[in-house]
């Protein structure tokens, strides 16, 4: 049976029985999850300064307000493919003048950080959803209140938050910029800079802190001070480009000739950059690490030896580490924008995607005090269980491919009735 926590969205968690087999003895056991019912929490903002004040209690607040030559900067952490309609609600009452936000519009506006979009630069080969929510805007924009009228209505229902967040801020006029790191620079990095090691560490610590957010119903992260290679691509240089795209939407308010808006700057990121951001924000490291952007990072070098069948390896385990911390549409776009592997590394490729996505996997990542924590073994001990998987990952020396106990954990996929 497949087990998959999700990292952000947890709702609920059903008892699940997966065999476990015990490799030396030969012994069947079984093991149950220890269940319960969470529900998502907003957390507060751990860092504050002059420059940072903490969310509000109520989740109609923003998260972070920063502020920047005299500009005001809300920011809201958006829980991506979920309904928070209460982050447009804030645009259509507090009208600002610019939107950043983390997700584009389209990939036309996704092209290159700091693109905006308005629905009076709509260009006549524009696509199905700029002319949707283009049309959608003006109809608000010619209402008094927008939150009060039907139509607002029955978009939160049809409509997840970014999408509101597109819509409230075309109905108040205001630029909608684009405030992260282009994507496929992103994945190409992660695809050619950390090793297969740094891949299996990351894999294994966003495992742990899955299991960490379903037994506490607490939303669990890495403090950006202890991110390794990997998350410091996936996370903190994004995180320094959205400062970057903040400050410069804040540095370009002008007076405005509309009288209905403020000149004000409302962000929309993933919560998962809520930390980053603050942290960042607070010394103004950001800046630095703009700049060292294109010349390279710390955590690994590109162009490295790979031995036969280690690319198969590393890109399994890519993908392993989206799929833990990412939706399904990151998982696809990263398919679409990587070169192919080679027809040779297809092998290791499908063997490790296999392991990695198989619950044992998942378990033998956790620490011994987690894993009383969500299973307990019947008739073994799950520590012994779960020695082989642990020794077949690459940080531990294993190959991260090992074909004897692919084939052993095959044997155990079939269901009680």
């Known amino acids: 049976m497949f087990l998959r926590p999700h990292p952000i969205t947890f709702h609920s968690c059903e008892p699940w029985w997966p065999l476990a087999f015990h490799r030396a003895s030969g012994k069947v056991g079984l093991l149950r999850l220890h269940s319960g019912f969470f529900t998502w929490n907003n957390r507060p903002v751990k860092t504050a300064s002059r420059h940072c004040v903490c969310r509000a209690e109520t989740t109609q607040e923003p998260d972070i307000i920063l502020e920047c030559g005299g500009i005001p900067i809300h920011i ?62 003006s109809q608000l924009a010619q209402t008094p209140d927008p939150t009060a009228t039907r139509l607002w209505q029955d978009l939160q229902r ?99 000739s509309k009288p209905w808006q403020r000149p004000l700057v409302v962000g929309a990121v993933g919560e998962a950059h809520l930390d980053g951001i603050a942290e960042l924000w607070q010394d103004d490291r950001w800046r630095d690490m703009v700049q060292d952007l294109d010349t390279g990072s710390k955590c690994g070098a590109a162009g490295r030896k790979v031995k036969q069948g280690e690319q198969g390896v590393r890109r399994a385990l890519l993908e392993s580490v989206v799929r833990l911390s990412c939706r399904d549409s990151v998982t696809a776009d990263l398919a679409t924008i990587l070169d192919p592997l080679p ?16 619950t044992r996997m998942l378990l033998a990542c956790l620490t011994k005090e987690q894993l009383a924590q969500v299973c307990s073994g019947w008739r073994c001990d799950m520590e012994e269980v779960l020695a082989p998987v642990k020794d077949a990952r690459p940080i531990n020396g294993g190959s991260g491919c090992d074909l004897d106990l692919i084939l052993e954990l095959r044997t155990l996929h079939f269901e009680l009735q």
């Not at 790191?181 to 740094?198: E, G, N, Q, W």
């Not at 027809?343 to 198989?358: C, I, K, M, R, V």
């Open 343 to 358: 027809e040779d590394e297809l092998p290791s490729y499908q063997l490790t995607h296999e392991l990695y996505g198989s």
């Open 158 to 256: 049809h409509f997840m938050g970014e999408q509101l967040v597109y819509i409230a801020g075309l109905a108040v006029d205001a630029q909608v910029v684009y405030g992260d790191r282009v994507k496929a620079d992103t994945y190409r990095r992660l695809d050619t800079i950390p090793s297969i090691v740094d891949l299996d560490r990351a894999f294994g610590l966003q495992s742990a802190l899955n299991y960490e957010e379903m037994v506490s119903g607490r939303p669990a992260v890495v403090p950006p001070a202890q991110r390794g290679c990997v998350e410091h691509i996936l996370l903190t240089e994004r995180d320094a480009v959205l400062c970057q795209s903040l400050a410069d939407a804040a540095h370009a308010q002008r007076p405005s």
């Open 76 to 137: 809201f952490g958006v829980q991506h493919c979920e309904s928070q309609p209460y982050i447009g609600d804030y645009i259509l009452r507090q009208r600002p003048s610019t939107v950043v936000v983390e997700t584009a519009i389209s990939p036309e506006h996704g092209a290159a950080s700091g693109n905006i979009f308005t629905c009076s630069r709509l260009a006549q080969d524009s696509n199905f959803f700029e002319r949707l929510f283009c049309q959608v805007s």
